[in-house]
């Protein structure tokens, strides 16, 4: 244990004040996040008690938090968030999925680098948006375009990541693996997965949320269920207080899914160290 930590734990267990302002300072350090989002609520509810657009434009926060009750209530966010997860769970499961096997592949053997790494860059340079027109046309406006679309956001993310962290393990490592021929399986568990656990989760966590983007794109603009379709719906009924609950659900669940992802990697790394 650090010595400063413990010095520090005896002033703060011998002098109650010293307590309470160590506290405080652990709360407000804790809530300091939460200072952005507070200031923008200020200025937001300013701007809605003032006027200065029409309400139909910019309703104010309380207009909101009821709409988003009544959408909750009425199961229109619920069932448009149960479709939406649903896509993107079957659409990332096989995107991140193939790109770690295709990225693991394109990391290790210079055959493969050498006959499909120009061309996988070549494509990785389209956005995933830039497929829908033609996707459109091959599989119009079914689940199946859905799932393309997420499985290529999520692709490129992750072949990337996990290519780059396989070729960045040091080249002592692998010849020391080598020379103690060590099985396939030890040499996965003892040295790939080390080294490229916290690149590929980077990657991972970058693929998700480029994934989740083209999601909510696309069900903004070939769909008729997901939480991207009720933010059109709202416009369409000139109801902004529907689009922004939809934003706020949009912003809310792609955080908890970048934060489940970085505890997997945490819960990772502290099984890998382990002997």
Not at 145 to 155: E, P, Q, R, Y
Request: hydrophobic content about 55%.
């Amino acid at each position: 244990m650090n010595v400063r930590s413990v010095a520090v734990d005896r002033v703060v267990d011998r002098f109650p004040a010293v307590r309470r302002i160590w506290t405080a300072r652990a709360v407000g350090h804790r809530l300091l996040p939460l200072a952005i989002p507070l200031i923008v609520l200020i200025a937001w509810q300013c701007a809605a008690s003032l006027r200065l657009l029409p309400v139909q434009i910019l309703p104010p926060p309380l207009l909101v938090a009821t709409t988003a009750i009544d959408l909750i209530r009425g199961g229109e966010i619920v069932d448009g968030l149960r479709v939406s997860l649903w896509r993107i769970g079957i659409g990332f499961a096989i995107g991140a999925g193939s790109g770690l096997v295709f990225g693991a592949l394109l990391g290790l053997s210079r055959t493969v680098e050498a006959y499909c790494g120009l061309t996988f860059r070549l494509l990785a340079q389209i956005p995933s948006l830039g497929w829908l027109p033609i996707l459109l046309l091959i599989f119009g406006l079914d689940e199946t375009l859905k799932f393309v679309l997420i499985a290529k956001a999520s692709f490129v993310p992750t072949v990337i990541a996990t290519s780059e962290s396989v070729k960045q393990i040091p080249t002592p490592f692998r010849e020391v693996a080598r020379v103690l021929q060590l099985p396939a399986r030890s040499y996965l568990r003892r040295l790939v997965l080390p080294a490229t656990i916290p690149g590929i989760f980077g990657g991972l966590r970058t693929a998700l949320s480029h994934a989740w983007i083209a999601l909510i794109v696309v069900e903004m603009l070939a769909a008729t269920e997901g939480v991207g379709y009720t933010m059109v719906w709202g416009r369409t009924l000139f109801q902004i207080d529907i689009v922004i609950v939809g934003m706020a659900v949009i912003g809310l669940i792609g955080l908890a899914m970048d934060t489940g992802l970085a505890r997997i990697e945490q819960r990772l790394q502290h099984w890998e160290a382990r002997p």
